[in-house]
């Protein structure tokens, strides 16, 4: 069977230490430690995560090398970042955010998992990165809260 593959942007590490968040970003990470999901990182996730405190990043040094890839930003990344901007999906002020959604969706994801309801997890922003993936020959995204997905 095959394993789903799944991209989580910064706010779900982060969620790992939030009241309202942890038990389900936890769970997350747990599931994909037992290799329930392939986690996709990006160079997104991972400069944002430079500047997180310690404790975040360590749930990224807690997986497994063999349940993770890696996709790099590269300038099919770019355009895609830059035709959610241009189509107004998100302003220019939330690059990285539509940089994760670009990223994830060239990665070819199965689910993208976050818990940025302003910018990611909304129905408007959803419908928008569908449309545009549509018209540049990608498939449409799912994204979903990691409550959702456990």
Known sequence: MRVPRIYADTSVFGGCFDEEFSEPSRALFEHIRQGTFRLIVADTLLLELQDAPQRVRDILFSIPIGVMERVELSVEVERLRDAYIAAGVVGPASLRDAEHIAA???ADVDMIISWNFKH?????????????????GYRAVRIFSPREVI
């Open 104 to 106: 994830a969706t060239v």
């Open 120 to 136: 990611i997890v909304h129905f408007e922003k959803i419908s928008g990165y569908q449309g545009v993936n549509l018209v540049y």
